[in-house]
Nanobody
Framework: QVHLVESGGGLVQSGGSLRLSCKASGLNFKLYSMGWYRQAPGNQRELVATITGDGSPNYIEAVKGRFSISRDNIRRTVSLQMNSLKPEDTAVYFC?????????WGRGTQVTVSS
């Protein structure tokens, strides 16, 4: 069973930084793309960034130049470095991956950016 555990959320002022981490188990980690998603109250969950097994990143326009996704295939972790945070980045952030026929999620970590 795939298991994902996020950590690193918190409260930060606008312009600040946070680093999220996700620890994965239950899959051959290096073979799978990983993603960070977020869900703000009243909104649907949206994709923020993805990274392929060999480390190629992709970002939504809203976070380009501010967020950086990375992975460590030895430690089975994927991280999201978030800089220049804005109040609109406030959301629960989830780590996710498509494995077999379904998408697996962690429980999420809250990121709150105060203005």
């Amino acid at each position: 069973q795939v298991h994902l555990v996020e950590s690193g959320g918190g409260l930060v002022q606008s312009g600040g930084s946070l680093r999220l981490s996700c620890k994965a188990s239950g899959l051959n980690f290096k073979l799978y793309s990983m993603g960070w998603y977020r869900q703000a109250p009243g909104n649907q969950r949206e994709l923020v960034a993805t990274i392929t097994g060999d480390g190629s990143p992709n970002y939504i326009e809203a976070v380009k130049g501010r967020f950086s996704i990375s992975r460590d295939n030895i430690r089975r972790t994927v991280s999201l470095q978030m800089n220049s945070l804005k109040p609109e980045d406030t959301a629960v952030y989830f780590c996710g991956t498509n494995y077999s026929t379904r998408t697996f999620w962690g429980r999420g970590t809250q990121v709150t950016v105060s203005s």
